[in-house]
């Protein structure tokens, strides 16, 4: 089975890369990857030279590009993950998300269709979202798969977007895709724009943690490679024309873990408790921040027996301790355009 995996040199799509390749040696993995700022070969080192595995630079949402790069390989299977992923960044820039999520997902799925058109036997397109798409809870309740979708930013809005215009390919051209809706990911290869990699980076450097209005936003965090894992069980045993929404079972207010992940990494540098709490700063607020996020992933736990399988603190300590131990990888992504992206960001007074 020929399989295109995008975004794979990303963050989540690194580790499902790495999950496919290593799992099924008689598959053939492509991953394609225009290399963004948020793209990174180097997350991929330790699989590059499998024989089962090819990476091609380029982009998602060059029509031409695809169709030629569909035709020469005959993608039978695709796991698409390349997107514009960083909300503050949609803000600023909210066409890019629309060219690289919307027109590049429908880029792929044209290709898909042009090329297998009814003969559908075997052929899967998976498409990889967010919870975003479902907008804001309040204190309570959790996004179903049925929740309507109600995005607030550029980013969910470019993100549901894609979400229809699969949905649409599935219904007017029979194309058999299967779709997730995930809750927040962390873990090893996270780019340091998002929280908790961009705090790591910041504690270890003494830098002050700018936490967006009064911290009392409520994310559901799940570890990177269990997403990873129901992305497979999901994409071998999912059914046709289903969603599936996957999350941490693990709600956290953004104050409570910062001050979790102080206390951790004072623990990890040897350092008094209490050292890195001094570096909170309440910042100007998100705008159209989403208040809480939290799923009920019942439907993939009672269909295909999945759960997270590492608790919290688990994959928090894991977290910590590969950034602590691949200060090359952080310093290598954090020169250059990062420098430029973080003054604009936190430092333009905006
Ligand atoms: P990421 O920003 O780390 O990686 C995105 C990858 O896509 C990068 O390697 C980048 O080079 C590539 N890319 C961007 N534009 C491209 C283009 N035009 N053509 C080809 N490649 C391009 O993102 P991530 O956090 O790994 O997210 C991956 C997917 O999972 C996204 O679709 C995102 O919406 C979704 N998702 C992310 C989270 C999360 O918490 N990070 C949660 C739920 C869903
Ligand atoms: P983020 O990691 O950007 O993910 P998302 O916006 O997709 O949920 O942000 C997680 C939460 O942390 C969100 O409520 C915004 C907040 N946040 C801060 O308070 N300060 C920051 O510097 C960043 C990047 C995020």
């Known amino acids: 089975m020929k ?11 690194s580790h499902v890369v790495r999950e496919f390749v290593c799992k099924y040696p008689e598959y053939q993995i492509f991953n394609l990857d225009a290399l963004t700022y948020a793209g990174n070969l180097s997350n991929l080192k330790d699989i590059e030279c499998r024989n089962n ?8 949402s060059e029509e031409s590009f695809v169709n030629d790069f569909f035709n020469e390989h005959r993608f039978e299977g695709v796991i698409h993950l390349a997107a514009e992923s960083h ?80 949905r649409a390919y599935g219904e007017t051209y029979g194309l058999p895709y299967v779709m997730s809706n995930c809750s927040n990911n962390y873990g090893p290869n996270h780019f340091p ?20 209005g009064n911290g009392n936003y409520t994310r559901d965090w ?7 894992q129901a992305i497979d069980l999901i994409f071998h045993k999912g059914e046709n024309q289903e969603t599936y929404n996957i999350g941490g079972f693990n709600e956290w207010k953004n104050i409570d873990l910062v001050k979790l992940l102080c206390k ?37 736990n009672k269909k295909l027996g999945w759960r997270p399988s590492v608790t919290f603190e688990e994959g928090l300590n894991k977290t910590i301790d590969w950034y602590l131990q691949n ?3 952080l310093e290598n992504v954090t020169s250059g355009e990062y420098q430029r992206y973080y003054e604009e960001q936190y430092e333009s007074g905006n």
């Open 327 to 329: 200060e090359e990888w």
């Open 264 to 300: 951790l990494m004072d623990g990890k540098l040897g350092r008094p408790i209490g050292t890195s709490e001094k570096l909170i700063t309440f910042v100007k607020d998100r705008p159209g921040h989403d208040l809480r996020y939290a799923i009920d992933a019942s439907k993939i």
């Open 3 to 13: 399989i295109l995996i995008t975004g794979g040199a990303g963050f989540i799509g």
């Open 193 to 212: 724009e998002k929280l908790i990699p961009l705090f790591i980076n910041n504690i270890i450097y003494n830098k002050s943690l700018p936490v967006y």
């Open 222 to 228: 799940l570890y990177v490679k269990d997403h990873a």
């Open 53 to 60: 595995y090819t990476f091609v630079k380029g982009d998602i």
């Open 87 to 166: 909300v503050d960044r949609s803000i600023t820039d909210p066409l890019r998300f629309a060219r690289t999520n919307i027109l590049g997902t429908m880029t792929l799925l044209n290709a898909f269709k042009n090329l297998w058109r009814n003969n559908w036997l075997n052929k899967r397109f998976y498409h990889i979202s967010t919870d975003e798409v479902y907008g804001t809870l309040g204190e309570t309740g959790f996004f179903t798969e049925t929740t309507a979708y109600n995005p607030n930013s550029p980013y969910s809005a470019s993100k549901a977007g894609s979400d229809h215009f699969v």
